[in-house]
């Protein structure tokens, strides 16, 4: 039992294989779990994979997947995924972690999914390195429920190459989860259409991908939800309040909401929280991905007179 044991925590240790429930060494990557870097991915997996691959998110319930880091474990997991999906340039630490220790098939989203470049200019609040760390494009893509489909297409076909016999299972599951966002696509259209106020205030760029319906998003914070603004944009940001007539600003789940309560109770506006869909929470364990749109959907409904 002893050197079983020990075996096991070399290997996790090492990254480089697993072992089998009947406790022979397992090669990298022969693992049959899709491993997934934050909520969003976990939930397009979960519904292509249906019961043939298990899904491991790296980023813990309530974690914020901007700030995770990769222990003994989660870098195990990794090295043995039969498939690991991530998004560059949003979790450093799965970036190295791609590169350093995947053993089995990567897919990248911006290979598969057409990202938006970041709208306006840098906050001046936000460093040189988290610039840099972020990028020119917009890595937000979950907030367009087609962009999602899109993922749920590239999963399957992986899938399929990794687990041949259940191909077809893979492509009619991605099938009907297009089916589900191209619902929710038209319900956001629909009811986004002829809102009283088109602008909507929030605490970062989070949600930037939801102009495509006709509203326009203005940030506190700019790209990172820690930047301070400067006196000169908050100046800015409340001439836009008053001329567009804001009765909201929204905070985002996962991030403090003291800036956007402190702008909100300065100017005496609403204040209200969008859910950034990027992880579940123990108030949240419950939705999904769908719920949490359509909750955010109605958030803005009310707070622009929809």
């Given amino acids: 039992m002893r050197s079983l044991l020990a075996a096991a925590s070399a290997l996790l240790l090492t990254g ?3 072992l089998t429930e009947d406790g022979t060494e397992q090669a990298a990557g022969e693992g049959r779990r899709v491993v997934v870097a934050l909520y969003p991915l976990q939930y397009v997996a979960e519904r292509v994979a249906g019961e043939g691959l298990d899904v491991e998110n790296l980023t813990a319930a309530g974690g914020e997947p901007h700030d995770l880091d990769l222990g003994v474990r989660e870098t195990a997991l990794v090295t043995d995924a039969a498939l690991l999906v991530y998004v560059a340039r949003l979790q450093p630490a799965v970036d190295d972690a791609a590169e350093q220790n995947a053993g089995g098939a ?30 020119e494009l917009d890595p937000h ?27 077809d299972s893979y492509t009619d599951n991605a099938d009907a989860l297009r089916t589900d966002l191209e619902t929710l696509d038209r319900e956001y259209a629909d ?6 106020i088109d602008t909507v205030v929030t605490n970062h760029d ?3 991908y939801l102009e495509k319906y006709g509203v326009k998003l203005e940030s506190i914070a700019g790209i990172s939800p820690d930047a ?23 905070s985002e789940t996962l991030v403090s909401a003291a800036t956007a309560e402190t702008l909100a109770g300065d ?28 909750s955010n959907l109605a958030a803005l409904q009310e707070a622009n007179g929809c």
């Fill in 106 to 135: 990567v897919l990248e989203v911006t290979d598969v999914v057409d990202l938006l470049p970041f709208e306006g200019e840098h906050h001046e609040g936000e460093s040189q390195q988290e610039r840099a760390e972020h990028g």
């Fill in 16 to 18: 480089c294989a697993a």
């Fill in 206 to 208: 989070a949600v930037g």
């Fill in 267 to 294: 100017l005496g506006l609403d204040t209200a929280v969008l859910d950034t869909v990027e992880g579940l929470t123990d108030q949240t364990a419950d939705e999904d991905y769908l719920s949490l749109m359509r």
């Fill in 191 to 196: 009811g986004l259409a002829g809102c009283r």
């Fill in 141 to 167: 893509f979950w907030h367009d429920p087609l962009r999602m489909a899109d993922l749920g297409d590239a999963v399957a076909a992986r899938l399929g190459e990794i687990d041949p016999e259940r191909a």
């Fill in 228 to 250: 301070e603004p400067t006196p000169a944009e908050l100046a800015a940001l409340r001439d836009v309040i008053e001329e567009e007539g804001i009765t909201t600003v929204f």
